[in-house]
């Protein structure tokens, strides 16, 4: 496998060899000197087109924690304030003499696009609002590190999936690895068509949580809400936020899990987020293990996914 | 390559098909019962030692060795696994992936390390173990016990303790498994 650019790109199998994968990173991180030599001498640049702190800070530790040397990208300090295209920008980028490529930008599609440009490996860190990943790996990873498994687990994703990549990219891996998903959202912030997502759909977070192993709160995304979707955001939380007395209709088991960065009082209630099973730090721990595993499943491990 | 399969192709690709019985189980329970009283001699006892068995090979034998030196001397020794993967020169060269997780019990700092393998040969795995050891602690020192020493080393390398110095040459396969000791060779297309 040369890139990792969309969680259908692995499969189930893929999917289990990278968290078994992964497993080794965790164990590293324990370690005295947390660091191994396998990517030394190779080369990571992060090409960041939208802001972003835990996902790139997670894939530069990662990164160095196999001793890979990283390059760091960001728009607002670069030549594309001059007016640089994407395709010289990658293209000077790659003369520079790079191994892989970390990727987020605004529009559906550039990871691919920058892979058809370039000898290096390209990893989607998020593409507008199509896939995320490597979010959704380590939010498998933190789901069957804490429960054990996918068989017959039963996961809702709340809140704003119309603009949410990490709900794309999650619906895919939860439902490869065998859970359930259910969607609770107002039919605003759902897409315009859900054909051929294996899922179910709710408006009613107080029938759903009861019954649910984990519970997903997406981030509300003011800076894409481009129309009116909600009439206000206290009423989404007065309906849809996980309140202090929504959480008491959590199984004792169920996980609360979010992808950051969070709106306190608005999806999530402050004290929620520091709730015994929430598993948000959790997430963000296990993060730099699933990308260590990634780079190194793409630059060191001359292994092959799919033969 | 399914993930079993790529798991039991050693670098050179193929599969093992034995020729020759050069230990069998006995054989190789006397070895680790000496290799337990060379330990014990070395070290002057027990003190500070740990049992650190490689991935896939060493492991069991780490185990067994670990369990003669608790029968012989009283005590209990710690044993730990390592997997050297994400230490191998070879990374780009050939598939290179991790067999297990590592899992070292205690701190090495100040420890003597017994780091046990089945086969030795060119010492490039012992010289990625080194390198992986050191990242948990400072060890006082590092020995390393095989069960069989086929020559061949391609880097400064020795054991301090052997069950069996066996001439081989460069393209034949030694197996170590829990009947005993195999030589043999590897055999592209052939089905164990």
């Known amino acids: 496998m040369r ?32 660091k191994v030599p396998a990517l030394r001498g190779k080369n990571v640049v992060s090409l960041f087109y939208e802001d972003s702190t835990r996902t790139r800070l997670s894939f530069e530790t990662a990164a160095k924690r196999l001793s890979a040397d990283t390059m760091n990208f960001s728009v607002s300090t670069s030549s594309v304030k001059k007016g640089e295209s994407l395709k010289d920008t990658v293209e000077t980028i790659e003369a520079m003499g790079i191994d892989c490529i970390v990727v987020r930008h605004g529009s559906a599609g550039v990871p691919w696009q920058i892979a058809s440009w370039v000898d290096a490996s390209v990893i989607n860190a998020g593409d507008g609002w199509h896939e995320h990943p490597t979010q959704a790996l380590l939010d498998c990873y933190t789901i069957r590190q804490e429960l054990g498994g996918f068989t017959d687990k039963r996961i809702a ?12 990219s999650d619906v895919l891996a939860f439902t490869a690895l065998g859970a359930s998903v259910t969607l609770v959202a107002p039919p605003t912030l759902l897409p315009p068509s859900l054909e051929g997502w294996p899922v179910d759909v709710s408006h009613d977070i107080d029938e759903v949580l009861p019954k649910v192993d984990v519970v997903y709160l997406l981030r509300m995304q003011k800076e894409r809400q481009t129309e009116a979707l909600l009439p206000s955001l206290r009423e989404y939380t007065a309906t849809y936020g996980l309140t202090r007395d929504r959480a008491r209709l959590l199984q004792e088991h169920a996980l609360v899990m979010h992808p950051g960065p969070m709106n306190r009082g608005v999806e999530i209630a402050a004290e929620v987020a520091d709730l015994p099973r929430s598993v948000i730090t959790r997430q963000v721990a296990n993060g730099v293990a699933v990308r260590s595993a990634v780079l190194f499943l793409l630059l060191g491990s001359g292994s092959d996914l799919h033969v | 390559m399914a993930e079993r399969e790529r798991r039991t192709t050693p670098p050179y ?11 069998d189980a006995e054989a190789v329970r006397r070895a680790i019962t000496r290799i337990a009283h060379e330990v014990i001699e070395r070290n002057a006892g ?23 030196l ?123």
């Open chain 1, 157 to 168: 994703i709340v809140g704003d999936v119309k603009h949410s990549r990490v709900a794309r």
């Open chain 1, 3 to 34: 890139h990792l650019l969309s969680i259908s790109d692995l499969g189930r199998e893929g999917i289990e060899e990278l968290l078994d994968l992964t497993d080794s990173f965790v164990e590293v991180a324990e370690r005295r000197i947390p």
């Open chain 2, 13 to 23: 690709g193929g599969v093992f098909v034995p020729r020759t019985r050069i230990m």
């Open chain 2, 70 to 192: 608790e029968r012989i001397e009283g005590t209990e020794v710690p044993v730990g696994t390592l997997d050297v993967a994400f230490y191998r020169d070879d990374i780009g060269l050939r598939p290179v992936m991790p067999e297990a997780v590592t899992n070292i019990p205690v701190d090495l700092g100040a420890r003597v390390v017994v780091l046990v393998d089945d086969v030795l040969f060119t010492g490039r795995t012992i010289r990625a173990a080194m390198d992986a050891l050191t990242d948990f602690g400072r060890p006082r020192a590092i020995q390393l016990a095989v069960m069989i020493d086929r020559g061949h080393r391609e880097l400064p390398i020795r054991p301090d303790f052997v069950g069996k110095n066996l001439p081989t040459r460069r393209d034949e396969a030694v197996d170590v498994h829990e009947d005993g000791v195999d030589l043999g060779d590897m055999v592209k297309g052939a089905r164990r």
């Open chain 2, 46 to 68: 027990l003190e500070d030692v740990v049992v650190v068995g490689l991935q896939t090979g060493g492991v069991p034998l780490a185990r067994q060795l670990a369990d003669e």
